[in-house]
Each structure stands twice: as C-alpha cells, then as structure tokens.
Nanobody, 126 residues
Framework: QVQLVESGGGSVQAGGSLRLSCAAS????????LGWFRQAPGKEREGVAS????????YYADSVKDRFTISQDNAKNTLYLQMNSLKPEDTAMYYC???????????????????WGQGTQVTVSS
C-alpha cells in the first residue's frame, strides 16, 4: 500500500533551519500533487506548500514564502521542505500528503489529498 514517511523534524531556536523529508512508496501513477501541511495544538491543519509531481509548479502559504522551499527528487521518490529563518509560530506537527488530482490553486485544501504520512514534529523556541 501507499506509504509516506516523514523525517527531519526536531527542536531548533528561532532563526534556525531544518529540512524535512518525505519518502514515498507505491504512489499511484496518477498522483499529481505533493504537499506539506502542519497542525499546531488547538489549530486546524493548514497547507504550507505544494508542488506538482514531476513538475515545477509550486505553491506556498503567505506565512512561509521566502523562508520555506519545497522540492522533490523523483529518482528517490522523496519530497523535501527546506525551512529557514524559523519562527516560534512555525511550531507544529508537519505532514506530507499526496493528491490524485490537479490541484493548482486549490493546493491548500487538505480534503483534496488522499494519502498522508504520520507526521514529524517541529518545535521552534524563542
């Protein structure tokens, strides 16, 4: 079955960096978008970034633009999220997800993603 396994989370001080990875296996050939979401305690899950699988289109939440970069290594079936200039408000559980749909401007809608990883915790201290 499809597996998405995140890694790379941890605890850093504000201003620091982390790179999250998501190893994907057995994704259907009609998987079109890969994304990163996050959820802080007591808050709704929010879209962080998304990328067209095998392509160059990428999308970011306003709160992470110019700080986070989403990328993919097709040969390794791995999705990445490079996070720089981290802030305490970036603290959350981060999830990768895969969608069997052309999302484009709807990339942030979590209900449009069919497959999810188990999450990796990111904690940023001030």
């Amino acid at each position: 079955q499809v597996q998405l396994v995140e890694s790379g989370g941890g605890s850093v001080q504000a201003g620091g960096s982390l790179r999250l990875s998501c190893a994907a296996s057995k994704l259907p050939s009609n998987t079109y978008f890969l994304g990163w979401f996050r959820q802080a305690p007591g808050k709704e899950r929010e879209g962080v970034a998304s990328i067209r699988r095998g392509g160059s289109w990428s999308y970011y939440a306003d709160s992470v633009k110019d700080r986070f970069t989403i990328s993919q290594d097709n040969a390794k079936n791995t999705l990445y999220l490079q996070m720089n200039s981290l802030k305490p408000e970036d603290t959350a559980m981060y999830y990768c997800a895969a969608a069997l749909d052309y999302l484009y401007e709807f990339w942030y809608k979590s209900q449009r993603y069919q497959y999810w990883g188990q999450g990796t915790q990111v904690t940023v201290s001030s």
